[in-house]
């Protein structure tokens, strides 16, 4: 192996391992609510898909923009250009958050339109409501993370995660359960936007007291102009990463049309594919920057090396996950649930599943390769037509019209992703004629 080689391989471990955690706490955060929200899950049921799609999606589309500007700006001629990057990410999202806001406050009526009961409709809008508090620290820290990320600086987020995953139980207790405290209900929702909020406090004064504050010049003019590189690379980010989370989406709700088992076997798929998710993204964080960083520098080679290593990890780790699934089919539902029906209805699904973890690995790197390069587009014009045109009516036609049910499902969801991999590939690496 080659110098250049061996460089950006361990470059390419070292980081990952911190990313990935950091996603897991990320996750963990969530789940610490989900477990106090158990009470009322129906109503979580009705409110989470309506941010993850509106809202936590669209944020991660949009902060692609900055993976490939910070990272290239940070090896540049001029460093405090990521700086610049992220001011302009922040003032655009805040401005984009404005339309979502409006929705989350109208959801009631949203939710009443698609026939759901008026009580749910109005806890679920209100739980909404108080989680509108926290959204836009939650979209702050993300964009603070990826100018961190950029740098290379890892641990801040770490840290952050660490104290914030603590401060969250201790605040779900409180709010929730502890009778002198309790708030009920909206306990939850506030405790989440208290977390939230104190996650970009706490970034913030890591970055301008630790490190990170290098590539800040503070705030400057330049953040109200010069738009349009931004968001030549958000709109597309957005439509690269959001049908992903819409199909999955999707699938869950078509799952209900299936039977009580047939949904409770897709919580377990979706609880599976959360936990399993944070390691192939935080390889594809890594990937990005590290491709961003040397062609910011001019570097294409050791570029063009590193996303060929990044995509051989991926594929390891990912034939190893997919590998635990398919292995573990009949008893890892016993992790989520004791009802035996269930566990071995979703048995029936998981090697589909596991096909689908081992092209989901693959396919969160090469997006974060292209997100290194710039080529967000290439990511959009894959999955978009993907998803909406292939995935979803093979999902629908093996499940309902065929006959296969949950698997069936599944079946669209392989199909599209496998040939997507392969085609990505060959645009990734041979493709460019600037890489």
């Known amino acids: 192996?080659?110098?250049?080689?061996?460089?950006?391989?361990?470059?390419?471990?070292?980081?990952?391992?911190?990313?990935?955690?950091?996603?897991?706490?990320?996750?963990?955060?969530?789940?610490?609510?989900?477990?106090?929200?158990?009470?009322?899950?129906?109503?979580?049921?009705?409110?989470?898909?309506?941010?993850?799609?509106?809202?936590?999606?669209?944020?991660?589309?949009?902060?692609?923009?900055?993976?490939?500007?910070?990272?290239?700006?940070?090896?540049?001629?001029?460093?405090?250009?990521?700086?610049?990057?992220?001011?302009?990410?922040?003032?655009?999202?805040?401005?984009?958050?404005?339309?979502?806001?409006?929705?989350?406050?109208?959801?009631?009526?949203?939710?009443?339109?698609?026939?759901?009961?008026?009580?749910?409709?109005a806890q679920a809008a209100l739980f909404l409501k108080y989680l509108l508090i926290g959204a836009p620290a939650y979209l702050m820290f993300v964009n603070l993370e990826r100018y961190l990320l950029a740098q290379g600086i890892m641990n801040a987020i770490t840290y952050v995660l660490i104290i914030c995953c603590v401060i969250d139980a201790c605040l779900n207790f409180m709010l929730v359960w502890y009778k002198p405290l309790s708030l009920g209900f909206i306990g939850a929702p506030i405790s989440t936007a208290i977390t939230y909020w104190l996650m970009f406090f706490f970034l913030v004064i890591y970055t301008k007291f630790i490190n990170g504050y290098q590539a800040w010049d503070g705030w400057s003019r330049a953040a109200f102009h010069g738009w349009k590189p931004i968001l030549t690379l958000m709109i597309p980010g957005i439509f690269m990463i959001c049908p992903e989370w819409w199909a999955l989406e999707v699938i869950s709700f078509l799952a209900g049309y299936l039977g009580e088992i047939s949904l409770a076997s897709q919580g377990i798929i979706t609880s599976t594919l959360s936990v399993i998710f944070?390691?192939?993204?935080?390889?594809?964080?890594?990937?990005?920057?590290?491709?961003?960083?040397?062609?910011?520098?001019?570097?294409?080679?050791?570029?063009?090396?590193?996303?060929?290593?990044?995509?051989?990890i991926a594929i390891i780790i990912s034939l190893f996950n997919g590998a635990i699934v398919i292995g573990f089919k009949n008893i890892l539902g016993y992790i989520f649930t004791l009802d035996d029906d269930v566990v071995k209805y979703a048995s029936y699904a998981l090697p589909f599943t596991g096909i689908f973890v081992i092209s989901d690995g693959i396919n969160a790197v090469e997006y974060g390769i292209l997100r290194g390069q710039g080529r967000q587009h290439i990511g959009a014009l894959f999955n978009t037509p993907g998803y909406f045109f292939v995935?979803?009516?093979?999902?629908?036609?093996?499940?309902?019209?065929?006959?296969?049910?949950?698997?069936?499902?599944?079946?669209?969801?392989?199909?599209?992703?496998?040939?997507?991999?392969?085609?990505?590939?060959?645009?990734?690496?041979y493709n460019d004629p600037d890489f």
């Open 391 to 429: 995935g979803i009516p093979i999902s629908i036609i093996a499940a309902f019209k065929l006959g296969y049910g949950l698997q069936g499902l599944w079946i669209g969801e392989c199909k599209k992703r496998m040939k997507e991999d392969r085609d990505r590939f060959e645009s990734i690496i």
């Open 1 to 121: 192996m080659s110098t250049i080689s061996k460089d950006n391989l361990t470059e390419i471990i070292n980081q990952k391992n911190d990313v990935i955690e950091d996603n897991i706490r990320d996750e963990m955060i969530l789940y610490e609510d989900s477990n106090e929200w158990a009470e009322r899950g129906y109503i979580i049921r009705k409110s989470i898909p309506v941010s993850q799609v509106t809202f936590v999606s669209v944020m991660y589309g949009a902060a692609t923009a900055l993976d490939t500007l910070c990272s290239q700006a940070y090896t540049s001629d001029n460093k405090k250009m990521v700086g610049v990057y992220l001011q302009r990410a922040i003032i655009i999202n805040l401005l984009g958050f404005i339309p979502i806001a409006c929705i989350w406050w109208e959801s009631e009526k949203i939710l009443i339109f698609f026939r759901q009961p008026p009580e749910i409709s």
């Open 278 to 312: 944070p390691i192939p993204f935080g390889i594809s964080i890594v990937a990005s920057n590290r491709v961003g960083n040397l062609l910011g520098a001019g570097l294409v080679e050791r570029a063009k090396m590193a996303s060929k290593l990044s995509m051989q």
